[in-house]
């Protein structure tokens, strides 16, 4: 029996692959080209931070991110032109996901004896940079650097989990609050079209 | 005396190389510009390998990689403007070096105990995760993601390899076996103009 | 009390800050995108340059670059428009930096028992990668690829440093050769604009 956290990231690494495999399919790569880009933006984020904390990968040790993957292509391939429908849904769903990979990043970390303030990026990293190879794959400018809060939630997510500990929480209660945060955060940004400010360009920056 | 395997890790080296530094110069870049990108379309996809392998990458402890770059930039410098006659000489090299790099990958895998599954992507990485590189620094989609079957050649290598090894054959006969297979199906590939299926777009995708 | 070596650290470490963040305002990134790009710009060789040693990257266990970044963000948004005036100036901190670090990651691979040609190669990788990744993030080609000498200036000092422990010189003085070395090698080539050769296409050149 899966527990309610394998479920969640079930649910959290086939939204993800989603994300990827149709941003794939609106530049026309071929399937295993979304394939790869779909898993990528799932695990990419928890591979870049384990090769930062220097242990195995989770991928590496559980077949599951490959079949989700996957399952996500067969769902594309099968009903790709009826996802728009499904947009809110999957909104959720990548909410969840986000959610879910910022907690387990900060977590891991903690557990891995670093101090919080390198479990927060640890965390944002975990939910936020396998979208931003995925831009880079698609050969566009990451979407996280330019639109409404999204890394920003997991690093409010992060600090809830810090103060949480702070005041001798269990951890469960921590990780729940964690991702909480994340989550309405997330939703609340996207509601009410939260931006953070742009930075005015300079007309003619060079580096 | 270098060895056979040696032979063809040099010649597939230099095809790797040259197919870098030849892009590279379809966007002039300079000649320092140019041996970085052939040299990590060389390396790149070994050294990934590594980083998830946690072992040290192979050409941090052979300095012929750097060397076998620098014959191939002198190449392209001296004889650019008829490499197009080469072209099919070229690309055969290039099948040639995916063939060993991914059978290199895969049995690097097992042997340091990890399952066929993530064997077979390793070999796979090894193979292709350079031409990703590549493409991303020449600001370009990566082209194994959109054209004929490459990587998926790797692919398919990798499962042979592990057929052979479960059907109890010799390790030799096991590499000889998936690295005949990565070249024959790559060149069939190209000949017959095989390629994957494009993932319809669905005209305004939004991640 | 902070040393020399440290104040020379946060200078240049403030100066790619600043050239990431400059670069992400004139493509409009929010302020969070720009830390980003900040961040990155200024640790990114150092953390590729850790992961290929297989060392926790130095980031990781001191928040001063965060902090840094954090400043040289502030700088931008406060005062962005006057930044141009101040070219030259971040024109020396940057090749400060460049010289720092090049030196840094010569000397920290040599302490781990490379030989002198990855630690060249590590010197190299820790002055230009973080520039490198932060082209990616904004989508465009690497400048270091086209422009005039930036990367081959750490060559240079990697160079220096090897004659210099050949000639058996003390540490100390290793390092501020290499370090002038780095430094004026990227002075005399901006101010005489003396680039490498640019490769020749091939007009119609196919990987």
């Not at 690494?13 to 026309?28: E, M, P, V």
């Not at 944002?124 to 931003?132: D, L, P, R």
């Not at 330019?146 to 269990?170: H, N």
């Amino acid at each position: 029996m899966p527990t309610f956290v394998q479920i969640l990231d079930f649910i959290g690494t086939f939204a993800f692959a989603i994300s990827g495999i149709r941003l794939a399919s609106a530049k026309r790569f071929d399937w295993f080209g979304a394939y790869v880009v779909g898993f990528v933006t799932a695990i990419g984020g928890g591979t870049i931070r384990d090769l930062l904390l220097d242990v195995t990968p989770g991928w590496m040790t559980d077949p599951i991110y490959l079949i989700c993957t996957g399952l996500a292509l067969l769902w594309v391939i099968c009903f790709g032109k009826h996802l728009i429908h499904l947009h809110n849904t999957f909104f959720i769903f990548d909410s969840i996901g986000l959610a879910l990979f910022t907690v387990v990043g900060v977590g891991k970390s903690i557990a891995l004896g670093y101090p919080y303030w390198v479990a927060i990026i640890m965390g944002s990293i975990t939910g936020a940079a396998g979208g931003v190879i995925r831009d880079v794959f698609i050969n566009e400018i990451p979407l996280i650097f330019r639109k409404e809060i999204y890394a920003m939630a997991c690093v409010v997510g992060g600090i809830v989990y810090w103060v949480c500990d702070f005041l001798a929480m269990q951890p469960y209660l921590c990780q729940i609050s964690a991702g909480l945060a994340v989550f309405i955060t997330r939703i609340l940004a996207v509601k009410y079209r939260i931006c953070l400010p742009i930075l005015s360009g300079e007309g003619n920056a060079e580096g």
